[in-house]
């Protein structure tokens, strides 16, 4: 494998494209990583001749960016506009919350697609989970905004993603719940959550996010993520809209259904116009 200093030069030049670059290095480099293993002439190229006007290197830039969009930047959105409301809600009087709330989350397609149905889906959620008092959301994006919508006097929230900024967003929004509320805990870190060691919970979201982790390629990794996630229920959810718009034919994912029954997990599903929410209990 190619020397560190070198992998961190790979990794900051991946990153020099404007929406690759509040992603987590160690994300990057796991890809970067993987794509030297499969390709090794590649690898072999760069260590003999490590220079970013080679084709080699060229070539490694080029397909991590490419996967690094495909798994990543179509669900960042105006992250800019978000920024400059959570600035504002910070030193917001309480009375104006909700507002800016709803505009932090119409700043990101799927939390925008949510706002109609956030109150009675987590109702729902937990008329068969029962309120729980530890939350994980994997692959959180800035769905911890949505907490008001969860309407619990006090929890502990533990959120994980790859956006450095999201993270560092989403913590300070945590802070001001903390000074109002202490019975509230939240957590907000940057991290792959298919290598990290998760907390136990209550109730665990992952909202849209077995194509980003299977990516195309079986559904293997998700059933090792559901089987190692410590919490007793589990809220996959799936869009029911195509990337263009189109409502899919069958919404339904016969997969995950097969999936929990060869595991032995039950499941509910709650069917929203834009989402599909399987609430699995292990």
Known sequence: MLEKGKIAVLIEDIKKKKELQSIDDDF???????????????????????????????????????????????FRD??????SIVEVLLKAPSATRAAL????????????ERLPIYEPLYSKIFAISGKPKTILDLGCGINPFSFSYLKLKGCTYYAYDIDEEEIEAI???????????????????????????????????LFKMTDVIDQGKGHKRTEELLKRIPARYIVVSFATKTMSGKKMTAP??????????????????LEFPNELFYVIQK
């Open 78 to 83: 105006d992250a800019k506009e978000r920024k």
């Open 101 to 112: 709330i709803q505009q932090i989350l119409s700043t990101h397609s799927s939390t925008q």
């Open 171 to 205: 913590n300070k929004y945590f802070a001001l719940l903390k000074k109002e509320n202490p019975s509230f805990t939240g957590k907000a870190m940057v991290a792959d959550i298919l290598t990290i060691t998760l907390p136990k919970a209550d109730l665990c979201l």
């Open 252 to 269: 339904r994912r016969s997969w995950m259904e097969w999936l929990c029954k060869r595991l032995g997990y039950e499941y509910t599903i």
């Open 28 to 74: 990057v480099e796991r890809y970067l990583i993987k794509y030297l293993h499969q390709e090794p002439a590649l690898l072999k190229s760069l260590q003999e001749k490590f220079n970013s006007r080679s084709k080699a290197y060229v070539s490694v830039i080029k397909y991590v960016r490419a996967q690094l969009r495909r798994v990543y930047g179509l």
